[in-house]
């Protein structure tokens, strides 16, 4: 059974500050990596997706991947209030479909 | 380019009763896939399409459910008879061939009464 797990949440940080999401994956054959942003009552959007091991960043969002490790994480730098939102994480196997985890809720206060 | 479309959006149905729920992908995506999202078991896939073929049917929950792809532009998920725990949200996404980012839908939210 392939799981991707992720801390619900919610995380909470003061505008400005950096937001840490991590994520943890069972199946060593995964090959893509992606995080999922779903406002409230909407469908998700992609934000970000990472295939080799280390950074990759893009604006304020920077994803970081460690395969030994099975693990990615999410970084959001300066959050602002438009950041609240579920984030998810996905994984899969080229050819096969994604498989997401259950999403941390992240809240930014003003 | 209109995204991937779903429709209805909102569907309320009494229980026994059949429903069918409808996926335009965009056009050009190879592979569909349909989700169902619900508070306790978030986002799960249900099953995958390749070039309108089906590929992985495993997290079809039950022979209640059915999903066909008749051509690259549409596909249909139907479940008979419906049931109150089969409330949730229902997703269609699609992948342009060649890559695995999935564009999503708005989804169909389903209430069984």
């Keep these: ?110 | 380019d209109a995204g991937v479309i779903q429709s209805p959006r909102h569907e309320v149905t009494e229980m026994g009763q059949e429903v069918t729920l409808r996926c335009k992908p965009i056009s050009g995506h190879n592979s569909l896939f349909w989700y169902r999202q619900t508070m306790m078991r978030g986002l799960e896939l249900l099953i995958y399409f390749n070039n309108n073929v089906p590929i992985d049917d495993s997290g079809m929950p039950e022979d209640r459910f059915s999903a066909k792809m008749p051509n690259a532009s549409f596909s249909t998920l139907k479940i008979q008879p419906s049931e109150p725990r089969d409330s949730a949200v229902y997703f269609c996404a699609s992948v342009p061939e060649g890559t695995t980012e999935a564009f999503f839908g708005q989804g169909t939210r389903l209430t069984v009464v």
């Design chain 1, 1 to 110: 059974q392939k799981e991707v797990e992720q801390n619900s949440g919610p995380l909470s940080v003061p505008e400005g500050a950096i937001a840490s999401l991590n994520c943890t994956y069972s199946d060593r054959g995964s090959q893509s990596f992606f995080w999922y942003r779903q406002y409230s009552g909407k469908s998700p959007e992609l934000i970000m997706f990472i295939y080799s091991n280390g950074d990759k960043e893009d604006g304020r969002f920077t994803a970081q991947l460690n395969k030994a490790s099975q693990y990615v994480s999410l970084l959001i730098r300066d959050s602002q209030p438009s950041d609240s939102a579920t984030y998810l994480c996905a994984v899969n196997e080229r050819g096969t479909a994604l498989i997401f985890g259950k999403g941390t809720t992240l809240s930014v206060s003003s």
